[in-house]
């Protein structure tokens, strides 16, 4: 079975939207062939672009033959974009010649994976953005290696901006629960909103599922199976109370109760579109909450997963 995006609004494919990649390497783990200490590998994913080296953000290798730095995303991801730092205080032309690999081997330290890019130069401070086959290359180990004698890489921050592998199917109607429905004047704003064929925000224009005013109110879906999700994404309203989704608690488990499932992840802003990684995380069911008095509003709800038991495949 494919990895499969389990149930989606389509305003995300053909309709002009992005999705909101975020950069998946702060949450990756970063080793390089060698170091000068204290300049670890992890400082080039402390998610600051301080390109100063004595402002302890920068990695740094020893001078050695081919030098090279990884990150382990932690799953497969698509890549769309790959920023890179470069020193600000000395040195950029140190960077001059470094590649960017990406893919799934660690054969040779992950350095015979398929070519990114070459970076020609990067100028002292700047960041510059490759983008790698048209931001379809998929991988979960991205390599920058320095070609040649008696080099040192020191990178400032490397960004990777990507997400999970998917296909897209929709949900029925029936999958689709909230603890209550919040319908004035017959607006239909049932549990099925949130993923329905929409392509707005609006909860005036009925692309919104909406709950009472109540304590803890819920929303539930049933995925039909156990899948691992990779990924959660949430659309928010923005005709109005975009706030009223700060707080709601992301849960994935195999209960009915969302009370029983453990979180993925807490919902901190009033973005418009946020993706939440839920490192493989098992369940049937996904379910969003608000452990406080309020309605829970939401305008649209995607999962990224594969089934449990079957074979990974990328799309």
Known sequence: MVSTVLFVVPLLFGLGHNYPQPNVAVKGQAVQSSTLYPAAANRAIDGRRDTYYTESSCSHTQEETAPWWRVDLGQIFVVSTIKVTNRGDCCPERLDGAQIHIGNSLQNNGNNNPRCATITHIPLGDTFSFTCESGKMTGR???LVLPGDKKILTLCEVEVYAKPPG???????????QSSS??????????YKAVKNCNRYKFTQYCCSRTEE???P?????LGAVYRISAVVIYNRKDCCSDYITGAKIKIGKSLSHKD???CATVHSADLDQAFYCSEMEGQYVSLNIPQKINLTICGVEVFGSQVGMSFQHI
């Open 141 to 143: 180990y991205v390599n």
């Open 167 to 177: 296909e897209r199917r929709k949900y029925e109607r029936k999958y689709t629960h």
């Open 182 to 191: 919040w319908e004035p004047d017959g607006t239909p704003a049932g549990a």
């Open 214 to 216: 109540e304590w803890d």
């Open 218 to 222: 819920w929303w539930r879906v049933d």
């Open 261 to 263: 499932n453990p979180v």
